[in-house]
């Protein structure tokens, strides 16, 4: 069970590719006094690259391959450096104020990386004539510049899959237009079914960031904002056509594509114990304790320090993030009914009274508000992991356990 705190925040950047290597510089096109290029000596194509094993690349990446076959330039430009050694990276991770940089490497150390890593990656070679060619590589050359290349990254509106889109609209002539509508929300996907699809055989991650997201993440989306998912963007790229172009003939913008690096097939295994698992687990193991503390007629005061201090902990770092982070949709999230900063701040008084088996008016407000959250669970406009539920049900029963002591001494 790898979920920590650092997990929970660095899911904001699992769009991204780490390459901690040296920027390379030199591979960037040169000022050479060589002759000019043919429009059939460049090729500009788009990279998009299967997901890795660690949290941070399981949406897989997105990056624009330049070749100038006449200079002998294979280039690839990428959007998604960052660095874990930028000072406070946690923390401006979770107050949404993390940098990224466009950075360039030669295709060869980018293939590298991910054969290395069992990645496979795809090549979409794009139908550009000679001055949306020169217009894109302009626009990537003045990213490039030590002024520009710095952005504020943004995990669903602005991250390396979105930034090599808007280039590539940018520099075409004409529409381009999609095959789908890209503006009309009636999708039936929202950005939390996404990240669904990407966490499969990953449950602990799919934990953590559905503890994170809040009720924003599950209202339905237009067809461009789900491409802030590399493979959606390449789905979608597939199918778009130019239109309305000077020489009034439309035609693909994808002219061909290629599986480029293939790595052996690898087979997704579900995480042992799930979250599921494991909620239940201390769930079967609080309704037994606590079965035993009534005939006992026992407190369990420990047991309920325990759980209370994790729900406040965990309360806190949702607080955090629903109240000062950046991030979209990680506010308004319904979970602080159930995970809050007052179990922490409340834990001594609680405790005390516990303990001495009085009335406690923070146990009855407690129950009180567990009792809505799980009545109404279906009809609260969030979708919650369902581990969730017998973790509620654990605080539950005991709060409910203390009252009915409370209730008995008397």
Known sequence: MKLTFLSLTLFFCT?????PQAIQAQTMVQKQAVPPATEDSIRFSLLTCGAGEEIYSLFGHTAIRYENFTRGIDAVFNYGIFSF??????LRFTLGETDYQLGVTSYKQFAYEYTWTGRDVWQQTLNLNAEEKKKLLALLEENYLPQNRIYRYNFFYDNCATRPRDQIERAVQGTLEYADDMTSFQTGISFRDIVHQYTIGHSWARFGIDLCLGSQ????????????????LKDFLAKAQLKNIPQGMERPLVSSEDHIIQSPQQTSTEEAPSP??????????VTIATAYGIYRRKSLWLLDLLLFLAAGVAGC???FLASFSQHPAVSPNYLLFLFH???????????KRVRKKEKSIYMWANITVLTFFILLWGIIPQEF???????????????ASNLYLTYIRK
């Open 15 to 19: 769009l991204g590719s780490i390459f």
């Open 85 to 90: 050694n930028t000072p406070n990276f946690i």
């Open 217 to 232: 993440a599950d209202k339905d989306i237009t067809r461009r904002q789900m491409m802030f998912a590399p493979f959606y």
């Open 276 to 285: 599921l698992q494991t909620a239940f687990l201390l769930f079967t193991i």
């Open 317 to 319: 770092i949702l607080a």
């Open 341 to 351: 900063p007052l179990h922490l701040l409340c834990l001594p008084w609680m405790i």
């Open 385 to 399: 992991n369902l581990a969730v539920l017998p973790l509620a049900l654990s605080l539950w029963i005991r709060s």
